[in-house]
Protein backbone atom coordinates (compact mmCIF):
# COMPACT_ATOMS: atom_id res chain seq x y z
CA UNK A 1 0.00 0.00 0.00
CA UNK A 2 2.69 2.47 0.35
CA UNK A 3 2.96 3.34 -2.94
CA UNK A 4 -0.61 4.61 -2.75
CA UNK A 5 0.66 7.13 -0.21
CA UNK A 6 3.33 7.80 -2.89
CA UNK A 7 0.66 9.21 -5.58
CA UNK A 8 -1.74 10.59 -2.97
CA UNK A 9 -0.50 14.04 -3.18
CA UNK A 10 0.47 14.54 -6.39
CA UNK A 11 -3.13 13.27 -7.10
CA UNK A 12 -4.75 15.75 -5.56
CA UNK A 13 -2.27 18.30 -6.92
CA UNK A 14 -3.25 16.71 -10.87
CA UNK A 15 -7.27 16.75 -9.85
CA UNK A 16 -6.49 20.29 -8.42
CA UNK A 17 -5.10 21.31 -11.74
CA UNK A 18 -7.15 19.70 -14.19
CA UNK A 19 -9.67 21.33 -12.32
CA UNK A 20 -8.97 24.96 -12.25
CA UNK A 21 -7.79 24.46 -16.11
CA UNK A 22 -11.42 22.98 -16.88
CA UNK A 23 -12.36 26.52 -14.85
CA UNK A 24 -10.11 28.32 -17.59
CA UNK A 25 -11.91 27.02 -20.44
CA UNK A 26 -15.28 27.57 -19.08
CA UNK A 27 -14.23 31.36 -18.48
CA UNK A 28 -12.97 31.42 -21.85
CA UNK A 29 -15.36 29.35 -23.78
CA UNK A 30 -12.54 27.58 -25.54
CA UNK A 31 -12.39 23.67 -24.86
CA UNK A 32 -9.95 22.62 -22.84
CA UNK A 33 -7.17 21.74 -24.40
CA UNK A 34 -5.52 17.54 -24.27
CA UNK A 35 -1.93 19.59 -23.80
CA UNK A 36 -3.29 21.61 -21.10
CA UNK A 37 -3.98 18.31 -18.75
CA UNK A 38 -0.88 16.93 -19.99
CA UNK A 39 1.58 19.99 -18.43
CA UNK A 40 -0.84 20.15 -15.49
CA UNK A 41 0.41 16.65 -14.95
CA UNK A 42 3.51 17.15 -15.57
CA UNK A 43 4.51 20.24 -13.45
CA UNK A 44 2.28 18.80 -10.77
CA UNK A 45 4.66 15.66 -9.77
CA UNK A 46 8.08 17.88 -9.08
CA UNK A 47 5.83 20.25 -7.49
CA UNK A 48 4.64 17.96 -4.98
CA UNK A 49 8.09 16.44 -4.65
CA UNK A 50 9.51 20.48 -3.70
CA UNK A 51 7.06 20.57 -1.49
CA UNK A 52 6.67 17.78 0.15
CA UNK A 53 10.59 17.77 0.63
CA UNK A 54 10.44 21.22 2.04
CA UNK A 55 7.71 20.66 4.12
CA UNK A 56 9.50 17.09 5.81
CA UNK A 57 12.98 18.55 5.53
CA UNK A 58 12.01 22.15 7.68
CA UNK A 59 10.85 19.59 10.77
CA UNK A 60 13.38 16.95 9.97
CA UNK A 61 16.06 17.93 12.80
CA UNK A 62 13.41 18.38 15.27
CA UNK A 63 11.31 15.31 15.20
CA UNK A 64 14.71 13.51 15.37
CA UNK A 65 15.99 15.99 18.24
CA UNK A 66 16.93 12.94 20.91
CA UNK A 67 19.23 11.68 17.71
CA UNK A 68 21.00 15.61 17.55
CA UNK A 69 21.69 15.43 20.95
CA UNK A 70 22.45 11.92 21.64
CA UNK A 71 24.43 10.50 19.00
CA UNK A 72 26.91 12.38 16.56
CA UNK A 73 26.46 12.15 13.15
CA UNK A 74 26.62 14.01 10.25
CA UNK A 75 23.61 16.17 10.88
CA UNK A 76 22.90 16.84 7.31
CA UNK A 77 21.76 13.49 6.92
CA UNK A 78 18.49 14.27 8.61
CA UNK A 79 17.51 17.15 5.82
CA UNK A 80 18.96 15.13 2.86
CA UNK A 81 17.03 11.60 4.03
CA UNK A 82 13.62 13.70 4.16
CA UNK A 83 14.75 14.71 0.15
CA UNK A 84 15.67 11.21 -0.41
CA UNK A 85 12.50 9.87 0.73
CA UNK A 86 10.03 12.64 -1.12
CA UNK A 87 12.28 11.60 -4.40
CA UNK A 88 11.21 8.06 -3.85
CA UNK A 89 7.54 8.89 -4.13
CA UNK A 90 8.32 11.38 -6.91
CA UNK A 91 10.11 8.58 -8.97
CA UNK A 92 6.95 5.62 -7.84
CA UNK A 93 4.78 9.02 -8.97
CA UNK A 94 6.97 9.54 -12.37
CA UNK A 95 6.71 5.94 -13.71
CA UNK A 96 3.01 6.23 -13.50
CA UNK A 97 3.04 8.97 -15.69
CA UNK A 98 5.44 8.08 -18.06
CA UNK A 99 3.11 4.93 -18.28
CA UNK A 100 -0.04 7.32 -19.07
CA UNK A 101 2.34 9.38 -21.50
CA UNK A 102 2.41 6.11 -23.38
CA UNK A 103 -1.02 5.43 -23.83
CA UNK A 104 -1.90 9.43 -24.51
CA UNK A 105 0.30 9.25 -27.75
CA UNK A 106 2.41 12.79 -26.63
CA UNK A 107 4.94 13.76 -28.89
CA UNK A 108 8.24 13.11 -26.76
CA UNK A 109 10.89 14.58 -28.59
CA UNK A 110 14.67 14.90 -28.23
CA UNK A 111 14.31 18.12 -26.16
CA UNK A 112 13.56 15.18 -23.12
CA UNK A 113 17.03 14.68 -23.05
CA UNK A 114 17.07 18.13 -21.23
CA UNK A 115 15.55 16.40 -18.63
CA UNK A 116 17.85 15.28 -16.29
CA UNK A 117 19.39 18.33 -15.65
CA UNK A 118 16.02 20.04 -14.97
CA UNK A 119 15.43 17.51 -12.50
CA UNK A 120 18.88 17.96 -10.85
CA UNK A 121 18.34 21.26 -10.79
CA UNK A 122 14.89 20.84 -9.09
CA UNK A 123 16.79 18.38 -6.48
CA UNK A 124 20.02 20.59 -5.95
CA UNK A 125 17.02 23.48 -4.97
CA UNK A 126 15.01 21.35 -3.09
CA UNK A 127 18.12 19.84 -0.71
CA UNK A 128 19.38 23.34 -0.69
CA UNK A 129 16.42 25.10 0.65
CA UNK A 130 15.49 21.84 2.89
CA UNK A 131 19.17 22.06 4.36
CA UNK A 132 18.89 26.12 5.17
CA UNK A 133 14.95 25.42 6.47
CA UNK A 134 16.03 22.80 8.48
CA UNK A 135 18.09 24.91 10.27
CA UNK A 136 16.75 27.72 10.58
CA UNK A 137 13.60 25.84 12.36
CA UNK A 138 16.54 24.61 14.95
CA UNK A 139 17.12 28.10 16.11
CA UNK A 140 13.49 29.71 15.41
CA UNK A 141 10.60 27.59 15.74
CA UNK A 142 8.08 29.89 13.96
CA UNK A 143 10.07 29.21 10.64
CA UNK A 144 7.79 25.77 10.45
CA UNK A 145 4.68 28.00 10.54
CA UNK A 146 5.88 29.87 8.09
CA UNK A 147 6.96 27.39 5.94
CA UNK A 148 3.61 25.63 6.31
CA UNK A 149 1.41 28.42 5.16
CA UNK A 150 4.05 29.42 2.00
CA UNK A 151 4.10 26.00 1.21
CA UNK A 152 0.22 25.28 1.04
CA UNK A 153 -0.08 29.09 -1.03
CA UNK A 154 3.17 28.66 -2.97
CA UNK A 155 1.59 26.53 -5.99
CA UNK A 156 -0.47 29.57 -6.68
CA UNK A 157 1.88 31.62 -7.48
CA UNK A 158 4.13 29.23 -9.14
CA UNK A 159 3.15 28.34 -12.39
CA UNK A 160 1.67 24.75 -11.99
CA UNK A 161 -1.98 25.03 -12.67
CA UNK A 162 -1.40 27.89 -15.24
CA UNK A 163 1.72 28.73 -17.96
CA UNK A 164 3.34 31.76 -17.07
CA UNK A 165 2.97 32.16 -20.50
CA UNK A 166 -0.84 33.22 -19.76
CA UNK A 167 0.45 36.70 -18.35
CA UNK A 168 2.14 37.80 -21.54
CA UNK A 169 4.17 40.52 -21.17
CA UNK A 170 4.65 39.88 -16.85
CA UNK A 171 5.58 36.37 -17.43
CA UNK A 172 8.64 37.19 -15.95
CA UNK A 173 7.53 38.02 -12.48
CA UNK A 174 6.68 34.35 -12.57
CA UNK A 175 9.52 32.80 -13.42
CA UNK A 176 11.63 34.96 -11.23
CA UNK A 177 10.75 32.52 -8.63
CA UNK A 178 13.24 29.88 -9.26
CA UNK A 179 10.62 26.63 -8.92
CA UNK A 180 8.87 28.52 -11.38
CA UNK A 181 11.31 28.39 -14.01
CA UNK A 182 12.39 25.09 -13.20
CA UNK A 183 8.86 23.77 -13.75
CA UNK A 184 8.24 26.09 -17.05
CA UNK A 185 11.68 24.35 -18.18
CA UNK A 186 10.54 21.35 -17.61
CA UNK A 187 7.07 21.54 -19.63
CA UNK A 188 9.12 23.10 -22.51
CA UNK A 189 11.02 19.77 -22.93
CA UNK A 190 8.59 17.02 -21.73
CA UNK A 191 5.31 18.65 -23.56
CA UNK A 192 6.06 21.02 -25.82
CA UNK A 193 8.75 19.91 -26.84
CA UNK A 194 11.33 22.43 -27.02
CA UNK A 195 14.34 23.91 -25.88
CA UNK A 196 14.03 25.73 -22.57
CA UNK A 197 14.47 29.44 -22.52
CA UNK A 198 18.85 29.49 -22.11
CA UNK A 199 18.67 32.65 -20.19
CA UNK A 200 15.28 31.32 -17.63
CA UNK A 201 17.82 27.91 -17.24
CA UNK A 202 20.92 29.39 -16.11
CA UNK A 203 19.30 31.69 -13.86
CA UNK A 204 17.44 28.55 -12.30
CA UNK A 205 20.33 26.66 -12.09
CA UNK A 206 22.86 30.31 -10.57
CA UNK A 207 19.86 29.87 -7.83
CA UNK A 208 20.08 25.78 -7.60
CA UNK A 209 23.56 25.75 -7.31
CA UNK A 210 24.24 29.12 -5.17
CA UNK A 211 21.45 28.13 -3.00
CA UNK A 212 22.41 24.82 -2.34
CA UNK A 213 26.45 25.70 -1.49
CA UNK A 214 25.47 28.81 0.46
CA UNK A 215 22.82 26.63 2.58
CA UNK A 216 25.40 23.92 3.35
CA UNK A 217 28.10 26.39 4.26
CA UNK A 218 25.44 28.20 6.80
CA UNK A 219 24.07 24.68 7.50
CA UNK A 220 28.20 23.75 8.62
CA UNK A 221 28.84 27.00 10.32
CA UNK A 222 25.45 26.71 12.80
CA UNK A 223 25.97 22.90 13.35
CA UNK A 224 27.94 22.79 16.49
CA UNK A 225 25.16 25.16 18.08
CA UNK A 226 22.56 22.46 16.93
CA UNK A 227 22.87 20.23 20.17
CA UNK A 228 22.65 23.08 22.58
CA UNK A 229 20.22 25.29 21.12
CA UNK A 230 17.51 22.06 19.99
CA UNK B 1 49.55 4.92 16.16
CA UNK B 2 50.19 6.79 19.42
CA UNK B 3 49.00 5.53 22.90
CA UNK B 4 47.15 8.37 23.59
CA UNK B 5 43.38 7.76 22.33
CA UNK B 6 41.79 11.01 23.92
CA UNK B 7 43.57 14.24 24.75
CA UNK B 8 41.78 17.52 26.33
CA UNK B 9 43.63 20.86 26.12
CA UNK B 10 42.50 23.06 28.47
CA UNK B 11 39.10 22.64 27.30
CA UNK B 12 36.29 25.60 28.17
CA UNK B 13 32.80 25.34 27.71
CA UNK B 14 30.22 27.97 27.98
CA UNK B 15 26.91 27.67 28.10
CA UNK B 16 23.36 29.98 28.23
CA UNK B 17 21.21 29.91 31.18
CA UNK B 18 17.65 31.45 31.11
CA UNK B 19 15.48 32.92 28.46
CA UNK B 20 16.31 32.15 24.78
CA UNK B 21 14.85 33.68 21.97
CA UNK B 22 13.85 30.52 19.77
CA UNK B 23 11.50 31.78 17.76
CA UNK B 24 11.37 34.74 14.78
CA UNK B 25 8.39 36.33 17.15
CA UNK B 26 10.25 36.86 20.18
CA UNK B 27 13.27 37.93 18.44
CA UNK B 28 12.21 40.54 16.61
CA UNK B 29 10.84 42.68 19.15
CA UNK B 30 14.01 41.64 21.35
CA UNK B 31 16.52 42.81 18.90
CA UNK B 32 14.43 46.06 18.54
CA UNK B 33 15.10 46.85 21.52
CA UNK B 34 18.69 46.13 22.11
CA UNK B 35 19.09 48.49 20.03
CA UNK B 36 17.61 51.01 21.72
CA UNK B 37 18.97 50.05 24.87
CA UNK B 38 22.36 48.88 24.84
CA UNK B 39 22.20 48.00 28.73
CA UNK B 40 20.40 44.89 27.41
CA UNK B 41 23.06 43.39 25.30
CA UNK B 42 25.09 43.30 29.14
CA UNK B 43 22.67 41.43 30.77
CA UNK B 44 22.42 38.76 28.36
CA UNK B 45 26.18 38.07 28.49
CA UNK B 46 25.79 37.94 32.32
CA UNK B 47 24.04 34.93 31.90
CA UNK B 48 26.33 32.66 30.72
CA UNK B 49 28.26 30.27 32.59
CA UNK B 50 30.90 28.01 32.17
CA UNK B 51 30.45 24.67 32.30
CA UNK B 52 33.83 23.31 31.96
CA UNK B 53 36.57 25.49 33.63
CA UNK B 54 40.25 24.68 31.80
CA UNK B 55 39.83 20.96 31.73
CA UNK B 56 43.01 19.03 30.73
CA UNK B 57 43.45 15.51 30.90
CA UNK B 58 44.68 12.65 28.60
CA UNK B 59 43.13 9.02 28.27
CA UNK B 60 45.53 5.61 26.74
CA UNK B 61 44.90 3.04 25.04
CA UNK B 62 43.61 0.58 27.19
CA UNK B 63 43.28 2.28 30.61
CA UNK B 64 39.91 2.91 31.89
CA UNK B 65 39.12 6.26 33.97
CA UNK B 66 36.01 7.07 35.87
CA UNK B 67 34.49 10.63 35.42
CA UNK B 68 32.95 11.18 39.18
CA UNK B 69 31.16 14.45 40.58
CA UNK B 70 28.13 15.75 42.14
CA UNK B 71 25.20 16.72 39.13
CA UNK B 72 25.88 19.57 37.44
CA UNK B 73 29.56 19.44 38.13
CA UNK B 74 30.55 18.85 33.73
CA UNK B 75 30.17 14.79 33.07
CA UNK B 76 27.85 14.89 31.01
CA UNK B 77 29.46 17.81 29.12
CA UNK B 78 32.82 16.27 28.69
CA UNK B 79 31.24 13.11 27.64
CA UNK B 80 29.22 15.45 24.76
CA UNK B 81 32.34 17.09 23.79
CA UNK B 82 34.22 14.21 23.34
CA UNK B 83 31.64 12.60 21.48
CA UNK B 84 31.40 16.06 19.03
CA UNK B 85 27.76 16.26 19.80
CA UNK B 86 28.71 19.93 21.37
CA UNK B 87 31.64 21.75 20.50
CA UNK B 88 34.12 23.45 22.92
CA UNK B 89 34.36 27.20 23.39
CA UNK B 90 37.82 26.95 24.21
CA UNK B 91 40.61 24.57 24.03
CA UNK B 92 41.84 21.79 21.94
CA UNK B 93 40.44 17.93 21.87
CA UNK B 94 42.07 15.15 20.10
CA UNK B 95 40.43 11.94 19.71
CA UNK B 96 42.43 9.28 18.08
CA UNK B 97 40.47 6.18 16.45
CA UNK B 98 37.17 5.24 16.49
CA UNK B 99 34.71 6.18 19.14
CA UNK B 100 31.71 4.89 20.63
CA UNK B 101 29.70 6.41 22.76
CA UNK B 102 26.80 5.24 25.24
CA UNK B 103 25.55 8.61 26.22
CA UNK B 104 21.38 7.45 25.74
CA UNK B 105 21.67 4.04 24.36
CA UNK B 106 18.17 3.70 22.83
CA UNK B 107 18.12 7.05 21.56
CA UNK B 108 18.01 5.60 17.94
CA UNK B 109 15.90 3.47 18.36
CA UNK B 110 12.58 3.87 15.91
CA UNK B 111 9.20 2.23 18.19
CA UNK B 112 7.22 1.27 15.60
CA UNK B 113 10.20 -0.86 13.56
CA UNK B 114 11.08 -4.35 15.38
CA UNK B 115 13.52 -5.08 17.36
CA UNK B 116 15.73 -6.54 14.16
CA UNK B 117 15.29 -3.29 12.40
CA UNK B 118 16.07 -1.66 15.28
CA UNK B 119 19.13 -3.69 15.37
CA UNK B 120 20.31 -2.55 12.05
CA UNK B 121 19.16 1.30 12.39
CA UNK B 122 20.91 1.54 15.88
CA UNK B 123 24.15 0.00 14.37
CA UNK B 124 23.98 1.91 11.39
CA UNK B 125 23.53 5.03 13.36
CA UNK B 126 26.80 4.28 15.28
CA UNK B 127 28.63 3.36 12.63
CA UNK B 128 28.82 -0.19 11.63
CA UNK B 129 28.78 -1.92 8.46
CA UNK B 130 25.33 -3.72 7.33
CA UNK B 131 27.74 -6.88 7.08
CA UNK B 132 29.63 -6.21 10.22
CA UNK B 133 26.30 -6.24 11.99
CA UNK B 134 25.05 -9.47 9.61
CA UNK B 135 27.95 -10.68 11.58
CA UNK B 136 27.22 -9.88 14.95
CA UNK B 137 23.87 -10.14 14.70
CA UNK B 138 23.00 -13.41 16.75
CA UNK B 139 25.67 -12.40 19.27
CA UNK B 140 23.82 -9.10 19.86
CA UNK B 141 20.51 -10.38 19.95
CA UNK B 142 21.64 -13.52 22.49
CA UNK B 143 23.67 -10.50 24.98
CA UNK B 144 20.61 -8.59 25.20
CA UNK B 145 18.30 -11.94 25.68
CA UNK B 146 15.71 -10.96 23.68
CA UNK B 147 15.52 -13.53 21.28
CA UNK B 148 11.36 -14.33 21.67
CA UNK B 149 10.43 -10.72 21.01
CA UNK B 150 13.65 -9.65 18.53
CA UNK B 151 10.61 -9.45 15.47
CA UNK B 152 8.34 -7.63 18.03
CA UNK B 153 8.19 -3.49 17.32
CA UNK B 154 10.22 -1.71 20.09
CA UNK B 155 7.42 0.12 21.24
CA UNK B 156 5.73 -2.86 22.90
CA UNK B 157 9.12 -3.29 24.89
CA UNK B 158 9.34 -3.09 28.75
CA UNK B 159 12.17 -0.08 29.33
CA UNK B 160 14.17 -2.58 30.46
CA UNK B 161 14.30 -4.56 27.08
CA UNK B 162 14.36 -1.28 25.94
CA UNK B 163 17.29 -0.32 27.54
CA UNK B 164 18.79 -3.95 27.17
CA UNK B 165 18.53 -3.94 23.40
CA UNK B 166 20.37 -0.44 22.82
CA UNK B 167 23.34 -1.56 25.20
CA UNK B 168 23.25 -4.72 23.07
CA UNK B 169 23.60 -2.91 20.15
CA UNK B 170 26.30 -0.44 21.30
CA UNK B 171 28.59 -2.68 23.39
CA UNK B 172 29.35 -4.73 20.03
CA UNK B 173 30.76 -1.76 18.22
CA UNK B 174 34.29 -2.10 17.38
CA UNK B 175 35.48 1.39 18.87
CA UNK B 176 39.11 2.58 19.94
CA UNK B 177 37.87 4.81 22.27
CA UNK B 178 34.21 3.94 24.34
CA UNK B 179 32.26 7.00 26.26
CA UNK B 180 30.12 5.32 28.69
CA UNK B 181 27.10 7.65 30.62
CA UNK B 182 25.43 5.56 33.63
CA UNK B 183 23.71 3.18 30.92
CA UNK B 184 25.03 -0.41 32.80
CA UNK B 185 22.13 1.05 35.78
CA UNK B 186 19.67 -0.67 33.24
CA UNK B 187 18.37 -4.00 33.33
CA UNK B 188 18.65 -6.88 35.95
CA UNK B 189 21.14 -8.29 38.38
CA UNK B 190 22.53 -11.04 35.56
CA UNK B 191 22.69 -7.92 32.81
CA UNK B 192 24.59 -5.87 34.87
CA UNK B 193 26.70 -7.90 35.50
CA UNK B 194 27.45 -8.92 31.76
CA UNK B 195 27.69 -5.64 30.76
CA UNK B 196 30.84 -5.33 33.51
CA UNK B 197 32.02 -7.94 32.15
CA UNK B 198 31.91 -7.13 28.17
CA UNK B 199 33.32 -3.69 29.25
CA UNK B 200 36.15 -5.08 30.97
CA UNK B 201 36.40 -7.44 28.08
CA UNK B 202 36.74 -4.44 26.16
CA UNK B 203 39.26 -2.48 28.38
CA UNK B 204 41.84 -5.70 28.13
CA UNK B 205 41.25 -5.90 24.05
CA UNK B 206 43.17 -2.17 23.91
CA UNK B 207 39.87 0.37 24.25
CA UNK B 208 39.94 3.39 25.97
CA UNK B 209 37.09 3.74 28.37
CA UNK B 210 35.64 6.49 29.49
CA UNK B 211 33.11 6.00 32.44
CA UNK B 212 30.90 8.20 34.13
CA UNK B 213 28.44 7.16 36.89
CA UNK B 214 27.36 7.98 40.15
CA UNK B 215 27.84 4.52 41.14
CA UNK B 216 30.89 4.63 42.78
CA UNK B 217 31.55 0.92 43.78
CA UNK B 218 31.16 -0.19 39.64
CA UNK B 219 34.00 3.02 39.06
CA UNK B 220 35.72 1.16 41.74
CA UNK B 221 35.45 -1.92 40.58
CA UNK B 222 36.25 -0.88 36.80
CA UNK B 223 38.67 1.78 36.51
CA UNK B 224 42.25 2.26 37.53
CA UNK B 225 42.05 5.99 37.71
CA UNK B 226 39.17 8.81 37.99
CA UNK B 227 38.69 12.23 37.70
CA UNK B 228 36.71 14.36 39.76
CA UNK B 229 34.74 17.47 38.46
CA UNK B 230 33.55 19.82 40.78
CA UNK B 231 31.55 22.83 39.30
CA UNK B 232 33.46 22.27 35.67
CA UNK B 233 36.78 22.01 37.14
CA UNK B 234 39.26 18.83 37.71
CA UNK B 235 39.81 18.73 41.42
CA UNK B 236 41.27 15.40 41.26
CA UNK B 237 42.94 13.38 38.08
CA UNK B 238 44.53 10.25 39.70
CA UNK B 239 44.06 6.70 41.49
CA UNK B 240 40.95 5.81 41.78
CA UNK B 241 40.31 5.56 45.36
CA UNK B 242 42.06 8.93 45.63
CA UNK B 243 39.45 10.39 43.39
CA UNK B 244 36.26 8.51 45.46
CA UNK B 245 37.52 9.39 48.53
CA UNK B 246 37.38 13.31 48.04
CA UNK B 247 34.64 13.16 46.17
CA UNK B 248 32.65 11.69 49.91
CA UNK B 249 34.59 14.16 51.73
CA UNK B 250 33.23 16.79 49.50
CA UNK B 251 29.73 15.48 49.49
CA UNK B 252 30.00 17.17 53.07
CA UNK B 253 28.38 15.51 55.85
CA UNK B 254 29.02 11.94 54.65
CA UNK B 255 32.44 11.77 56.39
CA UNK B 256 32.01 14.68 59.00
CA UNK B 257 29.64 14.31 61.88
CA UNK B 258 26.02 15.09 61.60
CA UNK B 259 23.25 14.96 64.19
CA UNK B 260 19.45 15.44 63.06
CA UNK B 261 16.15 14.50 65.16
CA UNK B 262 13.65 16.75 67.20
CA UNK B 263 15.96 17.35 70.04
CA UNK B 264 13.81 15.30 72.84
CA UNK B 265 16.74 13.18 72.78
CA UNK B 266 20.68 14.45 72.45
CA UNK B 267 23.86 12.25 71.21
CA UNK B 268 26.48 12.83 74.18
CA UNK B 269 29.34 11.42 73.05
CA UNK B 270 31.03 8.32 71.56
CA UNK B 271 34.37 6.40 73.15
CA UNK B 272 35.86 3.93 70.27
CA UNK B 273 38.27 1.73 71.71
CA UNK B 274 40.30 -0.68 69.35
CA UNK B 275 41.27 -3.85 71.04
CA UNK B 276 45.15 -5.59 71.67
CA UNK B 277 46.41 -2.08 71.91
CA UNK B 278 45.90 -1.04 68.00
CA UNK B 279 45.70 2.40 66.37
CA UNK B 280 42.50 2.89 65.46
CA UNK B 281 43.97 4.73 62.41
CA UNK B 282 45.43 2.11 61.52
CA UNK B 283 44.42 -1.37 62.64
CA UNK B 284 44.22 -4.82 61.56
CA UNK B 285 41.06 -6.66 60.10
CA UNK B 286 39.50 -8.61 62.37
CA UNK B 287 40.83 -6.39 65.47
CA UNK B 288 37.87 -6.27 68.01
CA UNK B 289 36.81 -3.01 68.95
CA UNK B 290 34.24 -0.96 71.37
CA UNK B 291 32.04 2.06 71.04
CA UNK B 292 30.59 3.31 74.07
CA UNK B 293 27.67 5.77 73.18
CA UNK B 294 26.11 7.84 75.62
CA UNK B 295 22.41 9.68 74.92
CA UNK B 296 20.88 12.16 77.22
CA UNK B 297 17.14 12.84 77.21
CA UNK B 298 15.52 16.30 77.27
CA UNK B 299 11.64 15.54 77.17
CA UNK B 300 9.71 13.12 77.32
CA UNK B 301 9.86 10.46 74.43
CA UNK B 302 8.34 7.17 73.76
CA UNK B 303 10.85 3.81 74.33
CA UNK B 304 13.25 3.72 71.73
CA UNK B 305 15.96 1.49 70.29
CA UNK B 306 19.36 2.40 69.36
CA UNK B 307 20.71 1.24 65.68
CA UNK B 308 24.30 0.57 65.29
CA UNK B 309 25.58 0.81 61.57
CA UNK B 310 29.04 0.76 60.27
CA UNK B 311 29.50 2.37 56.71
CA UNK B 312 32.60 2.38 54.49
CA UNK B 313 33.14 6.14 53.56
CA UNK B 314 35.06 5.29 50.18
CA UNK B 315 31.73 4.13 48.76
CA UNK B 316 29.15 4.96 51.51
CA UNK B 317 28.07 0.75 51.44
CA UNK B 318 27.15 -0.56 54.40
CA UNK B 319 28.64 -3.23 55.80
CA UNK B 320 26.74 -3.83 59.29
CA UNK B 321 23.33 -3.20 60.40
CA UNK B 322 22.03 -3.64 63.67
CA UNK B 323 19.96 -2.35 66.23
CA UNK B 324 19.68 -2.90 69.74
CA UNK B 325 16.25 -4.38 69.50
CA UNK B 326 17.84 -7.12 67.23
CA UNK B 327 20.30 -7.86 69.64
CA UNK B 328 17.51 -8.89 72.14
CA UNK B 329 17.48 -5.97 74.21
CA UNK B 330 14.85 -4.94 74.95
CA UNK B 331 13.39 -1.14 74.34
CA UNK B 332 14.65 1.52 76.85
CA UNK B 333 12.65 4.10 78.40
CA UNK B 334 14.08 7.15 79.90
CA UNK B 335 13.17 10.12 81.14
CA UNK B 336 14.41 13.65 80.76
CA UNK B 337 17.39 14.35 82.58
CA UNK B 338 18.50 10.65 82.05
CA UNK B 339 21.41 8.96 80.20
CA UNK B 340 22.24 5.89 78.74
CA UNK B 341 25.44 4.73 77.59
CA UNK B 342 25.26 1.60 74.88
CA UNK B 343 28.46 -0.55 74.77
CA UNK B 344 28.74 -1.99 71.20
CA UNK B 345 31.66 -4.23 70.81
CA UNK B 346 32.24 -6.03 67.50
CA UNK B 347 35.48 -7.73 65.31
CA UNK B 348 36.57 -5.50 62.69
CA UNK B 349 36.54 -8.18 60.00
CA UNK B 350 36.83 -5.55 57.16
CA UNK B 351 39.21 -5.33 54.48
CA UNK B 352 40.97 -2.07 53.96
CA UNK B 353 39.74 0.85 53.79
CA UNK B 354 37.81 4.20 55.85
CA UNK B 355 34.72 3.10 58.14
CA UNK B 356 32.52 5.20 60.46
CA UNK B 357 29.92 4.84 62.90
CA UNK B 358 26.29 6.11 62.45
CA UNK B 359 24.05 5.55 65.08
CA UNK B 360 19.93 6.08 64.84
CA UNK B 361 17.57 6.73 67.88
CA UNK B 362 13.97 4.85 66.90
CA UNK B 363 10.78 4.29 68.11
CA UNK B 364 9.62 1.01 66.54
CA UNK B 365 6.19 2.59 66.82
CA UNK B 366 6.87 5.66 64.87
CA UNK B 367 8.07 6.76 61.91
CA UNK B 368 11.44 8.46 61.29
CA UNK B 369 14.51 8.83 63.99
CA UNK B 370 14.16 10.66 67.22
CA UNK B 371 17.58 10.64 66.45
CA UNK B 372 20.26 10.09 63.58
CA UNK B 373 23.71 10.84 64.38
CA UNK B 374 26.77 9.95 61.32
CA UNK B 375 30.12 9.78 61.93
CA UNK B 376 29.89 9.61 66.23
CA UNK B 377 33.19 7.27 65.14
CA UNK B 378 35.62 6.51 62.32
CA UNK B 379 38.45 4.02 62.04
CA UNK B 380 40.49 2.85 59.53
CA UNK B 381 41.51 -0.95 58.72
CA UNK B 382 44.89 -1.48 56.55
CA UNK B 383 45.27 -4.39 55.52
CA UNK B 384 47.72 -5.32 52.74
CA UNK B 385 46.11 -8.47 50.84
CA UNK B 386 42.90 -7.01 49.62
CA UNK B 387 40.95 -3.88 48.75
CA UNK B 388 38.09 -5.25 47.44
CA UNK B 389 35.08 -6.46 48.99
CA UNK B 390 33.97 -5.33 52.02
CA UNK B 391 34.60 -8.45 54.79
CA UNK B 392 37.67 -9.63 55.58
CA UNK B 393 36.49 -13.66 55.76
CA UNK B 394 40.40 -14.45 56.77
CA UNK B 395 40.57 -16.55 53.75
CA UNK B 396 43.20 -19.18 53.41
CA UNK B 397 44.61 -21.37 50.69
CA UNK B 398 45.46 -24.62 51.00
CA UNK B 399 46.83 -26.17 48.21
CA UNK B 400 47.29 -30.17 47.31
CA UNK B 401 49.61 -31.34 44.98
CA UNK B 402 48.90 -34.94 43.88
CA UNK B 403 52.28 -36.61 41.88
CA UNK B 404 50.85 -39.45 39.60
CA UNK B 405 52.82 -42.13 41.11
CA UNK B 406 51.81 -43.17 43.77
CA UNK B 407 53.33 -41.10 46.39
CA UNK B 408 51.77 -39.28 49.79
CA UNK B 409 50.26 -36.05 48.86
CA UNK B 410 52.43 -32.73 50.11
CA UNK B 411 50.06 -30.42 51.61
CA UNK B 412 51.69 -26.42 51.24
CA UNK B 413 50.27 -23.99 53.57
CA UNK B 414 49.78 -20.70 52.35
CA UNK B 415 49.17 -18.41 54.54
Partial sequence: ?230 | MSSVALEFDGVWKKFRKGEKYDSLRDLIPATVKSFLSAACRDELKAREFWALKDVSFQIKRGEAIGIIGSNGSGKSTTLKLLSGILKSTKGEIKVNGKLSALIEVAAGFHPDLTGRENIYLNGTILGMRRREIDRKFDEIVEFSGLEDFIDTPVKRYSSGMYARLGFSVAAHVDPDILLVDEVLSVGDMSFQQRCMEKMQEKIRSDVAVIFVSHNLAVVANLCDRAILLNKGAVVVDGPCEKAIEAYVKAMGSWDSKSESGDRRIRFVEAQFKAGAGQNPNMMKPHTPCEVAVTFECEARIPPFNVGFIIRRTQDMSYCYVATTQELGHPLFELIPGERLTVLFQFHAHLTRGHYRVDLNVRDPKGAGFLLAATGVASFTVDEQVTSHGLADLGLKATIQRVQARDQAPRLIQVK
Avoid: H
Fill in chain 1, 1 to 230: MGFLWAIFMPMMVVASGILVRKAFSVVSGKPMEYQAVMSVMVKSLPWAFFAGSIRTATNSLLTNSNLVTKIYFPREVFPFSSVLAQLFDFAVATSLLVILIAFSGLNIGIQILWLPLLLLLLILLTAGWGLFLSCATLFFRDVKYIVEIVMTFGILFTPVFYDAGMFGEWSYVLLLNPVGSILEAINDVVVLNRAPDPYWLFYAASWAVGSFFLAWIIFDKAEPAFAESI
